[in-house]
T-cell receptor
Framework: SQTIHQWPATLVQPVGSPLSLECTVE??????LYWYRQAAGRGLQLLFY??????ISSEVPQNLSASRPQDRQFILSSKKLLLSDSGFYLC???????????FGSGTRLTVV | DAKTTQPPSMDCAEGRAANLPCNHS???????VYWYRQIHSQGPQYIIH???NNETNEMASLIITEDRKSSTLILPHATLRDTAVYYC???????????FGKGTKLSVIP
């Protein structure tokens, strides 16, 4: 069966520090991969999606970036975190036919 | 994605059926209706989806009106663990942009 792993579960980082969040999927090949963010009390915002290795589409211009170095690995990065980057970050995957998304357990990031 | 409209909140007594409505009057012919839910501090969970016909799985039933302008998610016997925000999304099968609105906060009351 397919599983999605996302880590760490919680993270506290100072302003200006770098960020790297990793997401991996098991049990499937060539998944579509997504990064979402949910600010406190707000809805889910799509940040990036990827339909293949090295293919990244950005939905919201910001100081975050994403990479997909391997088929089932998706990384969210920042060179310098801002206070406004605080939030709940969720990775998700779907099949190319887009039949339902499966979300990871999320990373709660607090920038201080 | 077609715009969807959901009530911001609903209450349901434990053991009763929870009926969550969704309006999607501008849905196009190739757009599916998806339902997800998000329990506090967790990632969203896929529940069910449908195009025209009513659908049922182990979690819920989805009733889509004949004109497809609205739908209802039915949780047949709500439990306290069903307390969550429920999202209704209308999107094409090939879409890469699943857009979550504000959803309906369902509170199951003992």
């Amino acid at each position: 069966s397919q599983t999605i792993h996302q880590w760490p579960a919680t993270l506290v980082q100072p302003v200006g520090s770098p960020l790297s969040l990793e997401c991996t999927v098991e049990g499937t090949s060539n998944p579509n991969l997504y990064w979402y963010r949910q600010a406190a009390g707000r809805g889910l915002q799509l940040l990036f999606y990827s339909v293949g290795i090295g293919q990244i589409s950005s939905e919201v211009p910001q100081n975050l970036s994403a990479s997909r170095p391997q088929d089932r690995q998706f990384i969210l990065s920042s060179k310098k975190l801002l206070l406004s980057d605080s939030g709940f970050y969720l990775c998700a995957w779907s099949s190319p036919a887009n039949y339902g998304y499966t979300f990871g357990s999320g990373t709660r990031l607090t920038v201080v | 994605d077609a715009k969807t409209t959901q009530p911001p909140s609903m209450d349901c007594a434990e053991g009763r059926a929870a009926n969550l409505p969704c309006n999607h009057s501008t849905i196009s012919g190739n757009e599916y209706v998806y339902w997800y839910r998000q329990i506090h501090s967790q990632g969203p969970q896929y529940i069910i989806h449908g195009l025209k016909n009513n659908e049922t799985n182990e979690m819920a039933s989805l009733i889509i009106t004949e004109d497809r302008k609205s739908s209802t998610l039915i949780l047949p016997h709500a439990t306290l663990r069903d307390t969550a925000v429920y999202y209704c999304i209308a999107t094409g099968a090939g879409s890469y942009q699943l857009t979550f609105g504000k959803g309906t906060k369902l509170s199951v009351i003992p």
